[in-house]
């Protein structure tokens, strides 16, 4: 029975759709990654052999990724190189060395637009929390004490 859920998992799985590199690469870069670690793990990939693992990873790339993946330098030779140096060197070339100041800085000027839901104010931060090298302990006060300047700033703006 066990065996028989895997492989409709394995065979109900779909792999995700290719790397796009055009428009807002970061965001790109993030919702492939994270769908490659689903599917990698709902087909167990880690027990395939790695070259089969390369060709299913190069497979989810488009065209232009393709080039880009040519273009990068490894450590390691061709023949023994693993998905997970491919999917470093990507992480590294979409979203590159992070300034964590200047990541503090963009989270600590976000503003609440008009008309924006609180969800997705509060969404947003947690997104750009992630960039900003918040120890893990910390952030939910740190989110917090964000969404209460903000809040303190709109109501005196209001009151002006």
Do not use: H
């Not at 089969?52 to 490894?74: H, P, R, T, W």
């Not at 998905?83 to 609440?112: P, S, W």
């Not at 997104?127 to 004490?145: P, V």
């Not at 969404?147 to 005196?156: C, E, M, P, R």
């Amino acid at each position: 029975k066990m065996s028989e859920d895997k492989n409709t998992l394995k065979q109900a799985a779909k792999p995700p759709t290719p790397l796009c590199l055009e428009g807002n690469m970061m965001e790109n870069w993030k919702t492939f990654k994270k769908r490659w670690s689903n599917y990698a793990l709902l087909i167990d990939l880690a027990k395939e052999k790695r070259e089969l693992q390369i060709a299913l990873l190069e497979n989810c790339l488009s065209d232009d990724a393709l080039k880009i993946l040519e273009g990068f330098v490894f450590d390691t030779q061709e023949n023994e190189r693993t998905v997970q140096q491919i999917l470093d060197a990507f992480e590294k070339y979409t979203i590159g060395e992070t300034n964590e100041t200047l990541e503090r800085f963009k989270f600590a000027k976000r503003q609440q637009c008009e008309g924006e839901s609180i969800d997705k104010f509060i969404t947003d931060l947690r997104i750009m929390m992630k960039t900003c090298g918040y120890c893990n302990g910390c952030s939910d006060s740190i989110l917090r004490d964000r969404i209460v300047v903000v809040s303190t700033a709109t109501k005196q703006e209001k009151n002006y």
